[in-house]
């Protein structure tokens, strides 16, 4: 293993003037005394230019900027910094110009560059009150929509809002809306997709989470809006959370009148019903989803016929993302108008989406359309850990796709991302660094869509399967030139074919990554080399020597874990990997405390 | 077998065909995996045929026909836990268990699977032991948290 | 719970506002604990025990806890605001029960913001 820090104590001459040399004794010492030398490691550094403040030291991944330090401090900051992880303040070094230890909410990139509408209550209110979300003006939109606005009234405004569905493919939402209210046929349902089977996207969990009473009001004014009287929330099983404080606010609004029979005393009947998901991705798709709530098994259908013509029960439905039905309250409120003014020409408003992977500050953020990956990624998210290379950011889930560093400055909308090879999806952002092998992540999706593959059209259910197996021949170092031109042809055709959106933009990851990331194919199957070393098979281990004796003093702690007993030696002297028994799992690298494991 | 169990879930569910997957949750969860009595008993009193309680079963993933772990143990496989190297946390779960994914241990401690994404994709890698979640997962972590659930199993083998 | 009419919503809202709001209210303090799954996770839960320790060993009658979702950086879950009447909202991160100590004896108490704990004041923007 790596030291999980370094401390950079600065040797300039400045500092050494101010008896750095004694602080990095007293380091040294003190971090033995506790037994932390294998974790921690101190190194001295050149003159860092802020000599009046000397002694400084550096504590990296972290980056915190300590100052004039004496030994006195040392025993203090290694017990609170080093060991329990809270670094210091009053050691911490200020700049001059920035004189406020405690910074403004609106002073964190993180937190100013958003802007929440969907997201508008989170951490605000107790989601098990229903009185808190309507002390933050809750239940206003529809008091609104029942007493001054005609459905029509609300369809317009939803229009003039531009808004576009959050869930996937960004269909406007007022002409959905439109379509089911034209329908032919009685009862009409609306329907919240809560399935959220993207992984790598939480938004919808943490809405439902934290506001659910946002759903469930919007689903009020969209009930209102097509004339339905049944609503029905189909959530995933997975999110205890999210069903449990649903159940509840469903509960109180009932209470309330606020569902049921004449709301508000307006005449108004709506009541909502939960369906629960039971782990099956092609579920989040509408018309799977549909025939998941009749109590079938989750397979699509063709369309057209549209759900807005036959949907559930074979009547007109209107299906909707948790995100988009969390967005209507606020537009009723303040108008279409006033939600347009936001975003850029076609993609209006803002967007949820879940900063993970690679990435400093991982979370859950609000951002108007239109930003550009850049100030997501560095601004808002702080940038790759660790000092690694940013590679690539997927987005979209399986059905979208990676976008390079090139593409860095790439506004974020439904447009410009489909143009890229993407798409929004439901919102998730898996940042990748230069450790993430892009021909490894399009494998991993095509594993995911080939087992998440309902089965029922063949080009999806054998096309993934054909794309799978070429990948796998490539990430395991059997692949040819011919392997690549046929895995672009199969691409084709399952995205042509594919009966429904699981199978069409299943290969989205491959030819994304075909098209930024040739380089990584050509070394997999040219060289039988995996550049960032994630593809096993192609990696061979060795231990230096030198380091196992003089660090690890031969410790052995890979030689018990190695799976395979492959790796052999003693006490106090070098270890050795046998290649002919070594099953290339990469045990030896990540419980190496010193870092001796070598991959090549 | 308690067939009250499922009667009982039966009449949660008023007895309403079109409400089949959520008995047949309840059913998975109350005694972890949907025993052959179970369904035949289910399908019967509802008046569905068989095949339908069979196809949803097979279909959905929540739905297992073998019985699991009694911790069952899920690493989560999202793309987040991927580029997270999740898959190095899932192989010293098998090879702790000495069972490889989708089996359970022979004397019913222990059931190992991966799973899709628990939404907590901040907190990648991530592992649930039934109800409980453990994030950041990284090796060593792994021991302690099978060498917690078997002193917690004991512990209950013996009250 | 009566079934509410039209007119009765702005009724409802100004009471509710009246009970969130620290101004009109009995309590001085308000401790809002972030639990999403991430948070509790995290071990959100813990601080809401330790945070509810605190008040009934001190017998904090003015120290009102309750529990909010998700605040959006899971990475420094788990998360809590803390509320004195009259002053801007402080968020403290990477939680534990030792520090959750502190904050009562320093900021609820004391008064004085534990700055090492904290990641920053005032709230975010809506809308
Ligand atoms: C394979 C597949 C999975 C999908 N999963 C989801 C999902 O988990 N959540 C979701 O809201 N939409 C999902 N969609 C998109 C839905 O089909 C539908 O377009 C969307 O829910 C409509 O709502 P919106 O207009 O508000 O976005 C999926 C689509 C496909 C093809
Ligand atoms: S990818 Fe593992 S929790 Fe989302």
Redesign the pocket.
């Given at each position: 293993m790596p030291h999980r820090m370094h401390l950079m104590v600065c040797a300039g001459t400045g500092c050494v003037a101010n008896r750095s040399p004694e602080v990095r004794d007293a380091l040294v010492t003190e971090i033995a005394k506790r037994g932390l030398e294998n974790e921690i490691q101190v190194v001295t550094t050149g003159c860092n230019g802020f000599c009046g403040a000397g002694p400084l030291m550096v504590v990296q991944p972290d980056g915190i900027f300590y100052q004039q330090l004496s030994p006195k401090d040392v025993p203090h900051l290694v017990e609170e910094h080093f060991l329990k992880g809270r670094p210091v303040q009053k050691l911490m070094y200020v700049p001059p110009e920035t004189r406020t230890p405690l910074p403004k909410m609106m002073d964190i990139p993180f937190f100013s560059r958003q802007r929440l509408i969907a997201l508008r209550n989170r951490g605000l209110i107790d989601p098990e009150r229903i009185e808190e979300y309507i002390a933050r003006d809750g239940y206003a939109a529809l008091a609104k929509a029942l007493s001054q606005m005609t459905p029509q009234q609300i369809l317009e405004e939803v229009k003039i809002s531009g808004l576009r569905?959050?869930?996937?493919?960004g269909?406007p939402?007022g002409a959905?809306w439109e379509h089911v209210l034209k329908a032919e046929g009685e009862p009409k349902y609306v329907i919240c997709?809560g399935?959220?089977?993207?992984p790598g996207a939480f938004m919808d969990r943490s809405i439902v989470e934290s506001d659910p009473h946002s759903v469930i009001e919007g689903m009020l004014i969209g009930a209102r809006a097509i004339g339905a009287r049944w609503g029905v929330v189909y959530i995933r099983n997975e999110y205890p959370l999210a069903v449990q404080r649903l159940m509840i606010a469903l509960e109180q609004a009932r209470e309330y009148g606020l569902l049921g029979d004449n709301i508000l005393d307006t005449g108004f009947d709506f009541d909502i019903s939960v369906s629960r998901g039971a782990g099956a991705?092609?579920c989040?798709?509408?018309t799977a989803l549909v025939s998941a709530v009749e109590g079938r098994p989750g397979e699509p259908r063709a369309r057209p016929p549209r759900l807005a013509q036959h949907g559930l029960w074979g009547k007109p439905t209107c299906?909707?993302?948790?995100e988009?039905w969390a967005d209507v309250p606020p537009i009723i409120n303040n108008g279409g108008a006033w939600y347009a003014q936001i975003g850029t020409e076609k993609s209006k408003g803002t967007k949820v989406f879940s900063l993970v992977g690679k990435i400093n500050n991982t979370g859950l953020v609000e951002v108007p359309m239109g930003i550009t990956l850049r100030e997501i990624i560095y601004d808002i998210g702080g940038g790759v850990p660790g000092g690694k290379k940013f590679k690539a950011v997927q987005t979209g889930g399986p059905?979208g796709g990676c976008i390079p560093n090139e593409l860095i400055d790439l506004p974020i909308d439904f447009e410009s991302l489909a143009e890229a090879g993407s798409m929004m999806g439901?919102g998730g952002m898996v940042i990748m660094d230069e450790d993430t092998c892009m021909v490894d992540v399009a494998r991993y999706f095509l594993a995911f869509t080939q087992d998440e593959s309902c089965g029922k059209c063949a080009p999806c259910r054998e096309g993934t399967q054909l794309m799978l197996d070429i990948l796998t021949r490539i990430t395991d170092g059997h692949g040819t030139m011919e392997d690549l031109d046929a895995l672009e042809e199969v691409a084709k055709v399952v995205a042509e074919t594919s009966l429904?959106?699981?199978g069409t933009s299943a290969p989205n990851p491959v030819l994304t990554t075909m098209r930024y990331f040739r380089d990584e194919y050509l070394a997999h199957i040219g060289a039988h080399k995996c550049p960032a070393h994630v593809c096993r098979q192609l990696n061979t281990y060795r231990i230096d020597p030198a380091i196992c004796v003089e660090r690890g003093h031969g410790c052995g702690v890979c030689r018990r874990e190695c799976p395979e007993k492959a790796i052999f030696g003693e006490k106090n002297q070098a270890h050795r990997v046998d290649a002919t028994l070594c099953n290339k799992c990469g045990t030896c690298v990540d419980v190496c405390h010193f870092n001796a494991v070598i991959v090549e | 077998m308690q067939l009250e169990t499922v009667d009982r879930i039966i009449q949660q569910h008023h007895a309403d065909k079109t409400a089949l997957i959520a008995m047949l949750q309840d059913v998975q969860s109350e005694f972890t995996y949907l025993p052959q009595e179970a369904l035949v008993y289910l399908s019967r009193t509802i008046e569905v045929p068989l095949s339908r309680a069979y196809s949803l079963a097979t279909f959905y993933r929540a739905f297992s026909l073998k019985p699991k772990g009694r911790y069952s143990i899920a690493v989560c496989m999202g793309t987040a836990c991927h580029v997270k190297a999740a898959v190095k946390i899932l192989e010293k779960f098998e090879r702790l268990l000495h069972i490889k994914t989708g089996q359970t241990t022979p004397d019913l401690n222990f059931g190992l699977e991966e799973v899709r994404c628990l939404g907590c994709c901040g907190l990648a890698p991530v592992v649930t032991v039934g109800p409980d979640l453990y994030g950041k997962v990284m090796l060593p972590k792994v021991d302690q948290i099978v060498k917690q659930y078997q002193k917690q199993g004991a512990r209950d083998a013996k009250t | 719970m009566p079934k509410l009419k039209l007119e009765d919503l702005a009724e409802v809202r100004e009471k509710a506002r009246k009970a969130t709001s620290l101004r009109e209210g009995a309590a001085r303090v308000k401790m809002t604990v972030h639990m999403g799954t991430c948070g509790i996770a995290a071990g959100a839960r813990k601080i809401v025990e330790a945070a509810l320790r605190e008040v009934e060993q001190g017998d904090l009658r003015d120290v009102m806890v309750t529990t909010s979702g998700c605040a959006g950086l899971c990475s420094r879950e788990p998360m809590a605001t803390v509320e004195v009447v009259g002053e801007a909202p402080v968020k403290y991160v990477d939680l534990t029960e030792a520090k959750v100590k502190a904050i009562f004896k320093e900021h609820i108490l004391g008064g004085k913001i534990v700055e090492q704990y904290a990641l920053a004041i005032g709230s975010e923007r809506a809308y």
């Open positions: 569905g959050r869930g996937g493919a269909f939402t959905k997709n399935d959220e089977g993207d991705f092609v989040g798709e509408a299906l909707n993302n948790v988009t059905s439901s429904c959106g699981l | - | -």
